[in-house]
């Protein structure tokens, strides 16, 4: 949510923050701004929309600043116009400031300022940063800064630039995502490690609750309350980290097309022989491992999906009972766990604000938690007992994909580990599971090679009346079992990619009510790839079909019965996704990947913003 950049150095500024910009838009994309100090003038630009919309006006000016600050925007406080873009200035114009998250006391706050006299200019809560740290100038910017964030509560990563400080810029973070990138002579910032690679490797990272006073050569790092901090640089080796298309239209399709080097990378060195599993970072004790009574897996979105699977995966495998939550609700419902418990959070980015706060309510109440995600360094990793990564590379477009499939992996990873501890799986069926993970990269390039098939049903979907309306804007998802889960990822990426009602149901729930919504405009996705269950669910199949509801199916290649089952559209032949056979865990690591190629294709029918949905940000760093 909202990305951040700043720069200081030898170099023009402004190339290397639209720089920034364009590679954070993925963060937000309401609106965007920069300003660069020059000739003790802050030049502030700032324009609603996307960051091309900026990259327009900048156009009409001319900046040789070496140093500056700029913003991509989800609006949360004030709707996305010029006014509400950042950065926002204090009410002399001599202090500007960018911010990602929200100052939940800025409504006080504000009050308190606009009663001592303060102009406001917007309707954010982010303005209220730059008056209180004019209300503390006296001189020293990095003190100013330090007491302003003493009275702000939220979550924060700012920067600060000041036409008094000319060669410097101050930073701070309290839960959201902020990183430094140095080279000797220029400090790079970002909210994201992927957005500097190209500049730089080394990188500082602060803690929540730390701030920097940086210019070439003298960064000083300090807690809020003024301890000074020693930090030495990480350094980050991250080739697939880079943000670049590689020649594809989207990110979406690119990162689709990555996912079989994206298991080969997630099993590498971590799958060994017989089945036998290594985790580089599973660190916890064996006497803990036997101590373990209850998991519990902790995520959003997407990545709750994983967790799903992640429940029938250890239960299978280690008998041991797992709850999943989403995150924002596990938090306030005050749940019971103990030093027992066992907690997988699974994230992505590392930043989503309510798996972050899932995790501290975890660790409050004694239990250990593991932390599953793609992004290095991100703030899980420094919540979290342990981190697993995911390994998937930089994952740009705002729809999941790669990372999903990567989440799977490094789950029946942690399953099989912890099940190698406990000796609950017969040697032959550790084989079989080997094998079959062996096999998944190479099965998944067999579903990316034929496109087509999936391409045709997404185009005869996008039909228009002659009104010129959509015929079918309601769509249902349907599993059983493992293939529940992905009837609701399936649901997930046609509504955040093509704007389409789709709604997921468990196949047996359907009865209960939900066949009520069933018309011959209201396309049924069925996915069929567990076997136990698989009568159960033809019978559901039969159910939707009395109804004249169109329906297609996601099913193994050499399921001889399902096409007879479910008639193709007329001028297609076949409504069913084939995906290679595999064992029942696996699946839906497979049967995920038809439903991402029609999420995509729906999108691009029907026009849409496939990387940069309306309304939606990459990294949800908000409540
Ligand atoms: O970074 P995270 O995995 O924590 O993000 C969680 C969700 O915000 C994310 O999966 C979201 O649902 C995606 N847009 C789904 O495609």
Redesign the pocket.
């Known amino acids: 949510m909202c990305g951040i950049v700043g720069y200081i150095g030898p170099k023009e500024a402004m190339p290397l923050l639209m720089e920034g910009l364009n590679k954070l838009s993925y963060r937000g994309y309401d609106s965007a701004g920069v300003a660069i100090l020059e000739n003790q003038e802050l030049q502030v630009v700032k324009k609603k929309g996307k960051v091309a919309v900026l990259a327009g006006e900048i156009t009409k000016y001319t900046f040789g600043g070496k140093i500056g600050i700029a913003h991509t925007r989800w609006a949360t406080h004030g709707e996305p116009s010029d006014r509400n873009s950042h950065p926002h200035a204090d009410c002399s114009g001599k202090i500007a400031v960018v911010h990602n998250g929200i100052i939940e006391n800025y409504s006080s706050l504000k009050k308190h300022l606009q009663e001592k006299g303060h102009k406001f200019a917007s309707e954010t809560d982010s303005e209220v940063i730059a008056h209180l740290i004019e209300v503390h100038y006296k001189g020293n910017l990095e003190e100013a800064v330090r007491q302003a964030v003493l009275r702000m509560i939220g979550a924060f990563a700012i920067v600060v630039i000041s036409k008094d400080h000319p060669n410097q810029l101050i930073v701070a973070r309290q839960d959201c995502p902020l990183v430094i990138g140095i080279n000797d002579n220029e400090i790079f910032i970002a909210s994201d490690i992927p957005v500097l690679l190209e500049h730089t490797q080394k990188f500082l990272f602060l803690d929540s609750g730390e701030m920097a006073a940086l210019s070439v050569g003298d960064v000083r790092i300090s807690t809020f309350n003024g301890n000074r901090v020693q930090k030495l640089p990480q350094i980050i080796n991250w080739e697939q980290g880079k943000i670049e298309k590689a020649g594809y239209e989207h990110f979406m399709l690119k990162e689709i097309e990555e996912q079989p080097r994206v298991v080969r990378d997630t099993l590498r060195g971590r799958l060994l022989a017989g089945g036998l599993v290594e985790l580089e970072d599973f660190a916890l004790p064996e006497d803990y491992l036997s101590q373990i009574k209850r998991i519990y897996m902790l995520?959003?979105?997407?990545?709750?999906?994983a967790g799903l699977i992640g429940e029938h995966i250890f239960e299978d495998l280690l008998r041991i009972p797992v709850e999943v939550d989403l995150?924002s609700e596990f938090r306030y419902r005050d749940p019971i766990l103990d030093e027992n418990t066992l907690v997988i959070a699974?994230?992505?980015?590392?930043?989503?604000a309510?798996?972050l706060a899932g995790i501290k309510e975890a660790k409050a109440k004694g239990a250990k938690v593991i932390a599953i995600?793609?992004?290095i360094g991100s703030s899980?990793t420094r919540e979290a007992d342990h981190t697993i990564y995911t390994r998937a590379g930089a994952e740009i477009?705002?729809?999941?994909?790669k990372?999903?499939i990567a989440?799977q992996i490094v789950m029946f990873l942690i399953a099989l580990r912890l099940s190698q501890h406990a000796g609950s799986i017969a040697g032959g069926v550790l084989h079989e599971i080997a094998q079959a993970l062996h096999d998944l990269p190479v099965q998944i390039q067999s579903i990316l090679d034929n496109h087509q098939p999936i391409r045709d049903l997404a185009k005869h979907l996008a039909q228009q009346n002659p009104c010129g309306h959509y015929k079918y804007n309601d769509f249902f998802f349907l599993g059983r079992g493992l293939d529940e889960p992905i009837a609701r990822e399936g649901a997930?990426?046609l509504r955040?990619i093509s704007y389409i009602h789709a709604a997921a149901y468990a196949a047996g729930e359907l009865k209960h009510g939900n066949i009520a919504l069933l018309t011959s405009q209201t396309p049924v996705i069925v996915l069929l790839t567990q076997e136990r269950i698989r009568e159960k669910m033809i019978s559901n199949i039969m159910e939707v079909i009395a109804r004249e509801a169109p329906v297609m199916a996601v099913a193994y290649e050499d399921d001889n019965e399902i096409a007879s089952i479910v008639p193709p559209f007329s001028g297609l032949s076949s409504n069913v996704m084939r995906i290679p056979r595999t064992i029942s865990w696996l699946a839906p690591i497979l049967a995920t990947i038809p439903l991402q190629l029609l999420a995509y294709y729906s999108g691009l029918e029907r026009g849409c913003d496939v990387d940069q949905?309306r309304n939606?940000a990459?990294?949800?760093t908000v409540e």
């Open positions: 995520a959003c979105g997407t990545a709750y999906h995150a699974i994230s992505q980015s590392g930043e989503t309510d798996t995600t793609n992004v899980i477009a705002v729809a999941s994909t990372a999903f989440q997930l990426k955040e949905p939606l990459k990294s949800v």
